[in-house]
């Protein structure tokens, strides 16, 4: 006999109390689970799924977090090296080295060796490494070649170590973003789940190098998951959160940025601000059309793209020479324009210098960040602003490092579109 939902029943007599007792017992149960389903309720095995992923982005996180750290002592090693001669791991400011004209040569030096790499190795570790880690999830099912874990942050860190305008956030971005690719592969996940697993990974190298763990977990999900769902934003925050954890344990605590406390003036100073932003936003556009045109130049050069990095190079030699806070990633100098420690023509000075070199190197083809020049030409730009508009409009009293701090994430934000990522990341 069938049932009303077309289903056969038991051929229990009908007055059967143990028969009626389990076909309801049944409907019960039936019932309970599609109401569970209906509202929501993850089943048994999505919940291990997650757990999983859980577990795997808390490794990840960890991974992360200590490649951070060695490609900063790598960078600090390197920077020694070639521009003080010495032996050391820690973080130095190349723009103090007294090399003389010898200077030009080291980033010729440097960049021969990254053309090496890309050529012989693999050419994915030129750039600055968001676009391919975005590339690799929209166009590649979230996989990245194994060598790039290995050779971006490598490559990365011998452009900067000798004397690149670049940032490392970028590099081991791409790198966090290969680990948690290669564990997606290696554990047999699905694409979503592998696509999950390389935001945790390029969320903990955000975290790991700048101690921003929100700032982290907002990029991934703007530049790369695309989603706001728990099963992707409890594996970041877990990887996020050990990542950072792995950067107090190893480099610390507090800000990178010591910076005073200052008055932004609102809102007598909102006038100022928003034409600071239209300012930025027009800036951005203009520095990604001139470093696409930097790129078509390199194209058409007559000679094998090896040799590409070494001509950018000179080129960031003869401005390093003479303005030797465009050379290495230049913490110190961003904190001078935060600090409004700069006059504004060392301001403007160091806007033009910073941005050319950046766009004849990067437009080379070598391989490092882009966020730590753009921060620094950003805020050489809102600082020069504020001191400006301060000459025109004497009563205005604005404070340099408050437009620096503005201007440093709105021109950011022109390139890379990540709104909230920036201002985390800013605050």
């Known amino acids: 006999m069938t049932g009303d939902d077309g289903r056969e029943m038991s051929g229990a007599q009908p007055g059967s109390s143990s028969t009626n007792g389990e076909r309801n017992g049944a409907v019960a149960a039936e019932w309970v689970g599609r109401s569970l389903l209906a509202e929501g309720a993850v089943a048994p095995p999505a919940q291990f799924r997650m757990v999983l992923v859980s577990c795997l982005a808390a490794g990840i996180g960890l991974v992360a977090g200590f490649i951070a750290y060695l490609l900063y002592r790598l960078i600090g090693f390197l920077t020694n090296v070639f521009?003080?001669?010495?032996?050391?791991a820690d973080f130095a400011s190349a723009r103090l080295n007294h090399l003389g004209p010898w200077v030009i040569a080291i980033p010729v030096i440097g960049g021969l060796i990254v053309g090496v790499m890309a050529k012989y190795g693999t050419p994915k570790i030129r750039g600055h490494g968001i676009p391919e880690a975005m590339e690799a999830v929209l166009v590649n099912r979230s996989r990245i070649e194994p060598r790039v874990a290995i050779l971006k942050?490598?490559?990365?860190?011998?452009?900067?170590?000798?004397?690149?305008?670049?940032?490392?956030?970028?590099p081991i971005i791409?790198?966090?973003g290969a680990v948690g690719s290669l564990v997606g592969q290696i554990v047999h996940t699905t694409a979503?789940?592998?696509?999950?697993?390389?935001?945790?990974?390029?969320?903990a190298a955000m975290s790991a190098t700048f101690n921003t763990p929100i700032a982290g977990v907002i990029l991934a999900i703007e530049l790369l998951l695309f989603e706001f769902k728990s099963r992707s934003f409890i594996p970041l925050v877990v990887a996020s959160t050990l990542a950072t954890a792995v950067h107090l344990q190893l480099l610390g605590g507090g800000p990178m940025f010591q910076v005073a406390a200052?008055?932004?003036?609102?809102?007598?100073?909102l006038p100022f601000y928003l034409l600071l932003g239209g300012i930025c936003g027009l800036a951005a556009v203009g520095f990604s059309k001139a470093l696409y045109w930097m790129e078509d130049k390199f194209e058409k050069l007559p000679v094998d793209q090896l040799w590409w990095p070494a001509i950018g190079g000179l080129g960031l030699g003869i401005i390093?020479?003479?303005?030797?806070?465009?050379?290495?990633?230049g913490y110190d100098t961003i904190g001078d324009i935060l600090n409004a420690r700069l006059g504004l023509e060392v301001l403007l000075i160091v806007m033009v210098a910073k941005a050319v070199a950046l766009m004849v190197s990067l437009g080379s083809g070598t391989s490092g960040g882009l966020l730590a020049p753009m921060f620094m030409s950003s805020a050489a730009l809102g600082g020069g602003y504020a001191m400006l508009m301060d000459r025109v409009f004497p009563a205005a009293n604005l404070a340099p490092g408050a437009f620096a701090l503005g201007s440093s994430g709105s021109s950011f934000r022109g390139s890379l579109a990540s709104h909230l990522h920036l201002h985390h990341f800013c605050v």
């Open 320 to 329: 390093g020479y003479f303005v030797p806070r465009v050379l290495g990633v």
């Open 192 to 203: 979503v789940e592998r696509k999950v697993l390389l935001a945790c990974g390029a969320a």
């Open 262 to 269: 200052m008055d932004f003036g609102i809102p007598r100073a």
């Open 83 to 88: 521009f003080f001669h010495r032996l050391s």
């Open 153 to 170: 942050p490598i490559s990365a860190a011998i452009a900067i170590g000798t004397g690149g305008p670049f940032g490392a956030e970028g």
């Open 174 to 176: 791409q790198t966090g």
